[in-house]
């Protein structure tokens, strides 16, 4: 009976053993439990500062704000993303996605920015929404979904605008500019239109063109000029100046006629003003186009010059000559080498400079090296 008493015993206490053992399991797994929703509870709570947004076809971007509330303490995370509705991505707004983010004790609300896009046709109003999802040591709240009204800004006769902003006639020739109408075609509709005036414009300075209800084919406005004898390079502008009520003059609204004299040989210059380039490209390229004239041979020397980027040690001294023959109006691209030189600078800049055959300087163009050596 001893053993058996004994053997009970040591049963009864590994019962007991693995008893407290198991309530102690459970409570450990409690614990954890609690502590990651204290985690988020303390994390505070995000949502949006609104359902709802509206925003005009051409209001160019939306602002949808969120905030946290409740608890500022430890850092916390939310993703966000764009869905369609029947405003369409790529079409009516660029689509978006990200991750917000707030530091410990951090409660300004964030801001996420959609761009909207003007297809300048009318279409009627459109929506798409924003939503907050994956939250990390923080709480959703409601609202988690904003939807993004995008107001139709097309008038109901329709919006007017030139075919380009930009035309080349040869003197002493004509040309026809069309004029589109865009969006709505409600209602008649009367457009003027202004030539500047210029001793070499053959056209009327002033006109108009008419519309009916319905129609929405394109309409033109007739340039001509005349020969002067002179050679010299000459332009002219075309605008649209006025429509009627429920119409809008869209963009462009204004073109310039460049006007080619055959015996002009043209002007150069770079075709942009400023360059970037990061210190580990190794080269920026650098492009000078021949413009509004291709009579003769004509060149152009260009050299660098040190500004905060050093000449041998941020980039290559470089300098050379163009030179375009009769009728070439093709660009040409020269290429100057970067050096890195492992320090940290932030932006450093130099410029090239562009001088004409008789020594006239003709343009400048500003390369910025921006480092690599930044943390």
Excluded: C
């Amino acid at each position: 009976m001893a053993k058996t008493k004994t053997l009970l015993k040591v049963v009864g206490t590994a019962l007991i053993v693995a008893l407290v053992a198991t309530v102690t399991t459970v409570s450990l797994l409690g614990s954890s439990q609690e502590s990651e929703a204290l985690v988020a509870e303390n994390g505070g709570v995000l949502q949006f500062t609104s359902a709802g947004y509206t925003v005009s076809e051409d209001g160019v971007s939306v602002d949808i704000l969120v905030e946290r509330v409740e608890s500022s303490e430890g850092a916390v995370s939310v993703y966000y993303y764009t869905k369609d509705g029947d405003a369409i991505a790529g079409e009516d707004y660029v689509a978006s996605e990200g991750v917000l983010n707030w530091v410990d004790g951090d409660k300004k609300a964030k801001i996420i920015t959609v761009e909207i896009l003007d297809n300048q046709v009318k279409e009627g109003d459109k929506h798409f929404t924003v939503a907050l999802d994956k939250p990390v040591n923080a709480k959703l709240g409601s609202p988690i979904v904003a939807k993004i009204a995008i107001l139709e800004n097309e008038p109901a006769a329709g919006t007017f605008v030139l075919g380009a902003e930009s035309f080349e006639l040869n003197e002493g020739e004509k040309m026809k500019i069309a004029v589109k109408r865009l969006g709505g075609s409600e209602g008649d509709v009367v457009v003027k239109y202004k030539i500047q005036k210029n001793k070499d414009v053959a056209s009327p300075f002033k006109g108009e063109l008419f519309w009916k209800k319905g129609d929405s084919t394109d309409k033109f406005i007739e340039v001509a000029t005349e020969e002067d004898g002179l050679v010299k390079y000459r332009s002219l502008t075309v605008e649209l100046k006025k429509v009627a009520k429920g119409a809008a003059i869209g963009d462009p609204g204004m073109a310039t006629v460049h006007i080619i004299d055959p015996k002009f040989g043209g002007f150069l210059d770079f075709s942009e003003p400023a360059y970037s380039v990061n210190e580990e490209g190794e080269a920026v390229f650098v492009t000078v186009d021949r413009l509004f004239g291709t009579a003769g041979t004509v060149s152009a020397s260009y050299v660098t010059t040190s500004g905060t980027a050093l000449e041998g040690k941020d980039f290559e001294l470089t300098k050379g000559k163009l030179e375009w023959l009769r009728g070439d109006n093709t660009s040409k691209t020269f290429k100057v080498n970067i050096l890195d030189d492992n320090e940290v600078e932030l932006l450093e800049t130099f410029s090239i400079s562009l001088t004409g055959s008789d020594g006239e300087i003709l343009g400048y163009a500003e390369v910025n090296i921006v480092d690599n050596d930044v943390k």
